[in-house]
């Protein structure tokens, strides 16, 4: 299996996933949605504050409720290579991608369009007639470590952040 079909069935595990967890949500709670987005407090440490809830009820009070998926995707390490950046993938979980970067850690500023594309916080991008957003549900940057949850997102915004830090100068990274 190629790294493109690993990020694919990746998404496709998890969202199918998701979209199990919704249904249910939305049996349990009269009044909810899915992927509620929030500005959080400057304490939070999320990239501008910006996170998305899987699902947001408010039956009796509002209540923020994440899956944990039950499945992921398992194989043995591998490492890929994209232009100059040479990357070891150890797991690829889709909710919970971490790149740790060797190197210099790159500036909050260099993920801005990046972030305006995929968490979409003005929902400019956003299809409603589909069934989810497509977008991350937060991103984190924490020195060299880079946490994604990738939420809905296509393997495209995975792919466009490989792009973004190998267009950084990043030589290498770690993908788990």
Known sequence: MDFEDLMELSRDSYVSQFASFIEKQQALHDKGSAEVKFQLSDHSGLYRQFYCADYASNDDGVQIVEMTPDEEVSF??????????????????????TLTLEGEALPPEAFAEWFETWFDPDETNTDWDSKFSSHVHSLLLDGHDIHVDFGTAPVEAL??????????GVKAATVS
């Open 159 to 168: 792919v466009e952040l490989f792009v973004l830090i190998e267009g950084a």
């Open 76 to 97: 043995d390490s591998i490492s890929v290579s994209l232009g100059e950046l040479e990357m070891t993938v150890q797991r690829l979980n889709w909710h919970d991608v």
